[in-house]
């Protein structure tokens, strides 16, 4: 349930104009175009760059047509549509994201310029953005896992930049879900999902401790891999058995022991020079398409 919405348009209009005579009765059918920062929506959408707002509401925002587009895809419409007004280079298919999104029970807002401005982000700045629910999965049941799956398992991971990257990457190799164990980064601050390019759309999430995810795996029916850089075998030279659940450590300390002890296979990725250890994301890239190396 959503414990904190998105004040709905109809009771606030603070610097809001309509389109249409300003003079004429408000028409629910007409866009709003909303020109003040001070506007209640407005507020509330900029307050979920606040971890503490994103967890309050189970809301979040994604960023660019693409990626609202992989949504879409997925059948997941956002709650609240923010869109550039008189856009003259809004592509068809935006327009048509637009309505299906209304259909879907979105509200969509036009704002200026201005608005959007401090709404997006200010690298790569986009004509349209999206509130969104964010979605938990739970985990899942050990007798409905296939041979061929593959879960990832991330420790304490504490970059969104890494997170999204991985969460990405998961996509790519077809991994079915990524487990979050203790204190992680959000995976939905606007960084990770950025990071995602969409992905966050198609990858099920799931939080636990690390006390239940120790109780959960101890009859994982395949191999529980640890990725560590005293692993005792190069991760290229083992032989998977699925199902796979894949377990990286933290960009700081790593894996803990606790962890490491409920591993049935425990590999390292080779370094030459004289770095310490891989970047987290690149290193659970290449474990990922090492173990699905069979199915790609
Ligand atoms: N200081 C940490 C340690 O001593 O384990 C290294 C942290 S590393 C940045 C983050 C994670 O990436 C590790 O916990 C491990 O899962 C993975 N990783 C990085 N380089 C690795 C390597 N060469 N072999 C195996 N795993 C590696």
Redesign the pocket.
Known sequence: MMKKPIPRAQRDRRGDTRHADPSAAPACDQPMVITSLQNERIKAVRALEMRKERKATGLFVAEGASVMMMGEEHDIAPELVVRLTNNPDEPKRTQAFCTWAMERGADVLEVTARVLGKLAHKDNPQSLLGVYRQRWAKLPPLSACKDTDLWLALEGVRDPGNLGTIIRTADAVGAAGIILIGTCCDAYTRESVRATMGSIFSVPLVRVSQQEFIAWCKSWPGDVVA???D?SED?RNVTYRGPVLLM????????TEALVAEASKV?????NGTL?????AV??ALTLYEIRRPHL
């Open positions: 990725t560590h850089l692993g991760f990286m450590g933290s960009e700081g300390p790593g894996l590999v390292r990725i080779p370094m310490d250890s891989l970047n987290l290193a659970t």
